[in-house]
C-alpha cells in the first residue's frame, strides 16, 4: 500500500467513496446508507494512509488486520477496498445480488481481503482479541483493528471481550467505537444510554482516545498515536454524523438501513459533486 498523507487527496478519496456507496446501494434496492457513509473517512484514512497490507497478496501474513464488527456498513469497506485494488469498481454494482462477492454483511471466504464473517452484533471485538493474542503469542508484530458500532456495545459479549484484552494486555488491538448515536430503534441515548463511554472504557483499562470521526486530520493523528501506545489495548471513540455530507440523510435514524431511490440517489450526487468543487479548491 503506498501511504497517502496529502490531506486534500484523502479528502477527495473520502467523497468518491461516500459516491460509491449511494450508486452501489441505490443498485441494490437495500443496504445500509447512514453508517456507511459516515464512516468514509475512517476508512480512507485506514485504507490509504495506516493500515499496512498488500491488496495483490491479501492473505500476506505480516498484514495488518481489520476486523468489522457491524457487518452492515460493510459497503463502506467494499467502496474503499476497490480503490485500494483488491477488485475491479465494476463488482461494486453486484452488491447484495444473488452469487455476489459483495454479501450484505462481509463473508471471509468469499472476498479475499475480508477477515471475518459479520452479522450478528457484538461477536467481532471477541475474534479481534483472539487475533490480536495470537501475534502476541507468535511475536508478531501486526496491528488488529476492530471497528464496532455503538448501538452493537449494548450487549454484553463486547465487555467480555474488552476484560479479556485488558487483562492479556493487548496493545496491538486498536478498537474503533463508530460513535454516531444511531441504532435501528432510534437514539442510542433513548435506547440504551452509553455515556459516558470514555470513563467505562478507562475502567476496563483501555487507552481511550477521542475524536472528530469525519475529520481527516484527527483521526491521522489519532491512529498515530494510538500505534504507539503500550502495556494496554486502545479504544478510540470516533464522533461520526451518520450519513455525513448527505444534507437529507446526516443524523437521521431512519437511513439506518434504508438504500436512496433515483430520484434521492441523484440529489446525493449533486450535492457530493459540490463537496469535491470545494475541496479542490482549497
Not at 498484514?63 to 463488482?91: C, N, T
Not at 483472539?130 to 454484553?156: H, P, Q, S, W, Y
Request: aromatic share 8%; hydrophobic share 40%; glycine share 8%.
Amino acid at each position: 500500500m503506498e501511504k497517502i498523507t496529502d490531506l486534500k487527496e484523502l479528502k477527495l478519496k473520502a467523497n468518491e467513496i461516500r459516491k460509491d456507496i449511494i450508486e452501489m446501494l441505490t443498485e441494490a434496492k437495500s443496504g445500509h446508507s447512514a453508517g456507511s457513509i459516515g464512516m468514509a473517512d475512517i476508512f480512507t484514512v485506514l485504507y490509504f494512509n495506516t493500515m499496512k497490507y498488500n491488496s495483490k497478496k491479501p492473505e500476506w501474513n505480516e498484514r495488518d488486520r481489520l476486523i468489522l464488527s457491524h457487518g452492515h456498513v460493510v459497503p463502506v469497506r467494499y467502496a474503499a477496498m476497490s480503490k485500494a485494488g483488491f477488485f475491479p469498481k465494476e463488482e461494486l454494482k453486484t452488491l447484495r445480488k444473488l452469487g455476489t462477492r459483495l454479501q450484505g454483511h462481509p463473508h471471509n471466504l468469499a472476498l479475499p481481503g475480508i477477515e471475518n464473517t459479520a452479522g450478528p452484533l457484538g461477536q467481532g471485538i471477541s475474534f479481534a482479541a483472539g487475533v490480536a493474542l495470537t501475534a502476541k503469542m507468535n511475536k508478531k508484530d501486526f496491528k488488529v483493528f476492530c471497528l464496532m458500532g455503538d448501538g452493537e456495545i449494548n450487549e454484553g459479549q463486547p465487555w467480555e471481550a474488552f476484560m479479556f484484552a485488558a487483562k492479556n494486555k493487548l496493545d496491538n488491538l486498536i478498537v474503533l467505537i463508530d460513535r454516531n448515536f444511531i441504532q435501528i430503534d432510534g437514539n442510542t441515548e433513548q435506547v440504551m444510554p452509553l455515556d459516558p463511554l470514555n470513563k467505562k472504557f478507562e475502567s476496563f483499562n483501555f487507552h481511550v482516545i477521542e475524536l472528530n470521526g469525519n475529520n481527516i486530520q484527527e483521526l491521522l493523528d489519532g491512529f498515530e498515536k494510538a500505534k504507539t501506545l503500550k502495556d494496554k489495548p486502545v479504544c478510540i471513540i470516533a464522533n461520526t454524523v451518520p450519513g455525513k455530507d448527505i444534507s437529507f440523510m446526516e443524523g437521521k435514524a431512519e437511513w439506518h438501513g434504508k438504500a436512496p431511490n433515483l430520484e434521492e440517489k441523484e440529489k446525493a450526487l449533486i450535492e457530493l459533486n459540490k463537496l469535491e468543487e470545494k475541496i479542490k479548491g482549497e
